[in-house]
């Protein structure tokens, strides 16, 4: 009795862990997203399957960039083999680097003969090399932009968009005012206020747009400076003291809110990533047609300032088929794949040759506009443990424009918290 | 004789034998490797060391750390308190013969049996600024002449995260609490009406000395349940506003997503730590065991 049912468990139990194990044959891909992204993806891994004859199992993940992060965390940190390769977020790639996650591609490129001149050289350099060798390429990019409603603007007399975040303060004023007495929910200007890594993002091109931002030299943090302090001040002020942007922006105003209220028609400017373009000027969209996108405005000493985004693709060092991965890495990196992400999904190829494709310029005319400002995009620090550096700054300036904290005492806790950060990581 | 009774234990034995295994191997196993785990540096982008207290002493320099400490007792004390306050009084009301009970009870237990993702965005929607419930109940009945932005300061994010969570977890305590009243003998209190007591009386005397073992059971499930709250805050405040609403198992999945898994084991293990000592202090109290139970 003892002896049956326990040869039968232990059957039981080796049928379940079979099952774990990888397939060599076919590689796994790691992609979320939108359902039509994924839609996009599938049908791209079937044309991949259909030239090479390589198999890709498409391991779908959430939308949630953290969540998406957290799968390849567990995935990598266990050391599996699936999956084989994937896309991660600007912001992690040095993290992966750092932990040696991720395949060094320099001997692919050299025998493949692959140029990468073609890609944005500044992007290329400063994320996706770490310690000088490359181990990720661009998939596509983004960067913040203004959004702006050319109808409102030429209706209310002015033939441009702000230049300087005082023009813009002083034409959304004047539009608010009016604009509210037909629509009570209208505001001068929308961005990204809310605890999160989109808050850092904001924050960066209001700071560096100063000259200030994250300083760091000889494992030294500069956060408290003259520069950032105004540039969180002018943050606080949009909300508590022009009341251009709503109360709700440090609690509630993620990309999708904000793009969802301009859509909506209820406000004069936007600060948003290029993704937005192509739903504002959807069919049912109220504003398709009556905006326009510019570089965002810069305080009068600075000039402007746009934070690097984006996604890039790379290959798992725990992977059981990196030549079959690199395959479809270049695949997607390819000049007609990524014509074909711009076409289909309104994404920006990480490609800057596709940028003067005929065809493409003339369905997406902003990417001539968005290729000067990839050029020019400030990444966040390349630094592994740039998270816990992101955490300390989203919570110490979503305080200030709170109005919990004062700028000066915000910045001076956030430098703190991130020098220690640094000492605790720097040791090696 | 003996041969039978040896080769019964032995069957017992292989029946509680996956469940040995299931212990050890989903509960045990991670418990003690999480332990051994905090002891070390185990940051994915460096050599990993053993670093003894490292990371503990970090943790308790840490305001960060503190803050969350501070957030999840709060949260703990004032939203179990109404939960086990109101749930008492739902299970005293449901446990009288009233018309449609058993559809009342229905009714009681459904925020309980939606998960806690989906009942989060719920109070998402009813707490937005634009389109919300609550600000388009305000502004209609003439409460407030504007939008109120519920979660924008420390106390309403915190009052508006004790909300929902009440909403989700009275049922519970009411269910727990249910059963306890129907085990009591309903000829104590025909007895004890006879002897001319009042309902208070009554309530003092019997109902609350009955059910305390049950009662602490479930002040046991929920403290344990809020202290180590996450689903709700991630979806709701996200920390916010300004890490004012940062719990503790928040504040470890930040750090195990930054890829520094041995901090991350150590507020894990003081979450443990805490759970730990709270389940022996309820177990204490409702001394069981002398009771009968």
């Known amino acids: 009795m003892f002896r049956k049912s326990f040869i039968l468990m232990i059957s ?32 791209l891994v079937k044309e991949f399957t259909r030239q090479t004859g390589i198999k890709v199992n498409i391991l779908r993940q959430p939308t949630d960039t953290d969540q998406r992060r957290q799968g390849l965390v567990i995935s990598l940190k266990s050391r599996k083999a699936d999956p084989d390769v994937f896309l991660m977020d600007v912001a992690w790639v040095a993290q992966f680097g750092a932990s040696e996650w991720l395949e060094p591609l320099d001997d692919y490129i050299k025998n493949e003969n692959m140029n990468l001149d073609v890609f944005f050289n500044r992007v290329v350099n400063l994320v996706d090399r770490y310690n ?76 560096a747009s100063n000259g200030g931002g994250i300083i760091l030299r000889d494992g030294k943090i500069k956060l ?82 746009s934070t690097l985004g984006g996604w890039h693709i790379g290959i798992s060092k725990y992977s059981d088929a990196k030549s079959k991965a690199f395959k479809f890495l270049k695949f997607v990196v390819s000049y007609e794949t990524q014509k074909k992400l711009g076409l289909k999904l309104g994404w920006n190829p990480g490609r800057k040759d596709v940028y003067n494709d005929n065809e493409v310029l003339e369905r997406l005319p902003h990417l001539a506009k968005l290729k000067n400002v990839f050029e020019n995009a400030l990444p966040r620090p390349n630094l592994p443990y740039y998270t816990q550096i992101s955490e300390i700054l989203q919570h110490y300036i979503n305080a200030a424009i709170a109005g919990k904290l004062t700028p000066e005492v915000a910045l001076s806790q956030a430098e703190k918290e991130a020098q220690n950060v640094i000492e605790r990581y720097e040791r090696k | 004789m003996s041969y039978r009774t040896f080769s019964e234990a032995k069957q017992s034995y292989t029946f509680i034998l996956p469940l040995i295994i299931f212990i050890l191997a989903f509960i045990l196993l991670p418990v003690v490797g999480t332990f051994i785990n905090s002891f070390f540096r185990d940051i994915s982008f460096l050599q990993r060391k053993f670093i003894m207290f490292g990371n503990y002493k970090q943790l308790f320099n840490d ?108 049922p519970f305590v009411t269910i727990i609490l249910l059963a306890g009243l129907s085990a009591i003998p309903t000829e104590l209190y025909l007895q004890a009406k006879v002897d001319g007591t009042n309902f208070l009386q009554r309530f003092y005397k019997i109902t609350m000395p009955l059910l305390k073992p049950v009662l602490v059971v479930a002040l046991l499930f929920r403290t344990i349940d809020a202290l180590r709250i996450f689903d709700l805050i991630y979806v709701l405040t996200h920390g916010g506003p300004g890490g004012a609403t940062t719990s503790l198992s928040l504040y470890a999945y930040k750090y195990y997503l930054a890829g ?28 069981f065991g002398e009771s009968g139970i």
């Open chain 1, 12 to 43: 039981l139990f080796m049928i379940l862990f079979a099952g774990c194990r990888g397939t060599e044959e076919a590689i796994t891909f790691a992609v979320g997203g939108a359902p039509n992204e994924i839609e996009f993806w599938e049908t």
């Open chain 1, 132 to 207: 000088g060798g490359l181990i990720a390429l661009p998939v596509y990019i983004d960067g913040g932009v203004l959004y702006y409603r050319k109808d409102l603007l030429r209706k209310y007399g002015y033939s441009e968009p702000p230049e300087t975040w005082d023009k813009l303060v002083d034409c959304a004023l004047k539009v608010q005012k009016d604009m509210r007495n037909i629509n009570p929910n209208f505001y001068g200007f929308l961005w990204q206020g809310a605890q999160y890594e989109g808050l850092v993002c904001n924050w960066i091109e209001f700071a």
């Open chain 1, 224 to 305: 408290n400076l003259p520069s950032n302090i105004e540039a969180v001040q002018f943050m606080y002020d949009l909300i508590h003291t022009y009341k251009i942007s709503p109360p709700n922006t440090f609690t509630e105003m993620k990309e999708e809110e904000v793009r969802m209220s301009f859509q909506k028609g209820d406000a004069l400017f936007e600060r948003n990533w290029p993704y937005a373009w192509a739903l504002h000027q959807s069919e049912d969209s109220y504003v398709k047609g009556k905006v326009d996108i510019a570089p965002l405005p810069h305080f009068p000493s600075g000039k402007s300032v």
């Open chain 2, 63 to 170: 305001p960060g750390f503190y803050g969350a400490i501070r957030f999840t007792i709060l949260f703990i004390v004032v939203s179990v308190t109404i939960e086990i306050i109101l749930g008492l009084i739902f299970a005293l009301i449901l446990n009288e013969t009233i018309p449609f009970r058993g559809f009342l009870r229905a009714c009681v237990l459904l925020p309980w049996a939606i998960p806690s993702a989906i009942s989060a965005r719920l109070w998402e929607l009813i707490y937005n600024y634009n389109y919300g419930l609550a600000n388009f109940i305000c502004i209609k009945s003439g409460i407030s002449t504007g939008p109120i932005n519920w979660l924008g300061s420390s106390v309403g994010a915190f009052f508006g995260l004790v909300i929902a969570d009440v909403w989700k977890t009275t």
């Open chain 2, 260 to 287: 520094d898994f041995g901090y991350g084991s150590a507020v894990s293990v003081i979450l443990f730590v805490i759970s730990f000592t709270l389940s022996i202090i309820y177990i204490k109290l409702a001394r």
